[in-house]
C-alpha cells in the first residue's frame, strides 16, 4: 500500500455488496473501539415497495434528528426514476460530516453518488473531510461523475473493486488496509 493513502473506498456494480462489506467493516471497527462518524444511505419501503433513500447518522446526535429522505423514487413513462432531495444533503449530509471532523475517529461516507450533485454545501463538506487528517472508509458509486473521479484519483485515496468472486473477502481487505494507516 502507497504511504500517502489515508482514504479507502469501494466501488463496483450495484446490489454487488459494497455496502454489505462495508457493514462488517463497520461492526469490527466499532468492536475495536473506535468513533465512527459520517452517514449511511439505506433505503426505505411503502407498502413493501422501495419508494426511496434516507440518511442514517452513525453517531448519536443531541436533538435526536436522524434518519432523514435523501431521495425519492416513483415510475414515470420513462421506467424508475431517482430525485434527489439537495436540502436534505446540503443541511443535514454536511453537517453530518462537519460533526464527524471534530467527534470522530473515522469518518464514514456510504454513499457517494449521483444523488447529491447538486448539493454545493455537501460536496464542500466532503472535500473539507478528505483535505483533513481523520481517516475515510466510503463507497463511490460507479458512476461518470466528474466529481467521484476525482475523489478516485487523489494520490490519497484507494478505491477497491467489489466484485461477485472477491465482495466476500474484500471487508478484510479494507480492515487490513485500515490497520497500516491507523
Known amino acids: ?83 434527489g432531495i439537495t436540502e436534505t444533503f446540503d443541511c443535514f449530509g454536511a453537517d453530518l460530516l462537519r460533526e464527524a471532523l471534530t467527534d470522530a475517529d473515522i469518518i464514514w461516507m456510504d454513499e457517494l453518488g449521483r444523488l447529491e450533485k447538486e448539493a454545493t454545501q455537501f460536496n464542500q463538506a466532503v472535500v473539507e473531510c478528505l483535505n483533513r487528517g481523520k481517516h475515510i472508509v466510503g463507497v463511490l458509486q460507479k458512476t461518470n461523475r466528474e466529481f467521484l473521479q476525482e475523489i478516485a484519483s487523489r494520490e490519497d ?19 487490513e488496509a485500515l490497520g497500516e494507516m491507523l
Open 1 to 83: 500500500m502507497k504511504q500517502d493513502v489515508k482514504h479507502i473506498f469501494l466501488t463496483g456494480e450495484k446490489q454487488v455488496g459494497k455496502s454489505t462489506a462495508l457493514g462488517k467493516v463497520l461492526e469490527t471497527l466499532c468492536e475495536q473501539g473506535y468513533r465512527v462518524g459520517g452517514f449511511q444511505t439505506l433505503p426505505f419501503s411503502i407498502h413493501n415497495k422501495r419508494r426511496g433513500f434516507y440518511m442514517h447518522s452513525l453517531m448519536e446526535r443531541e436533538n435526536d434528528v436522524n434518519d432523514i429522505p435523501i431521495a425519492l423514487c416513483f415510475h414515470t413513462a420513462n421506467g424508475m426514476r431517482r430525485m
Open 157 to 175: 485515496v484507494m478505491v477497491l473493486e467489489v466484485t461477485i468472486e472477491n465482495r466476500n473477502e474484500i471487508a478484510k481487505k479494507v480492515l
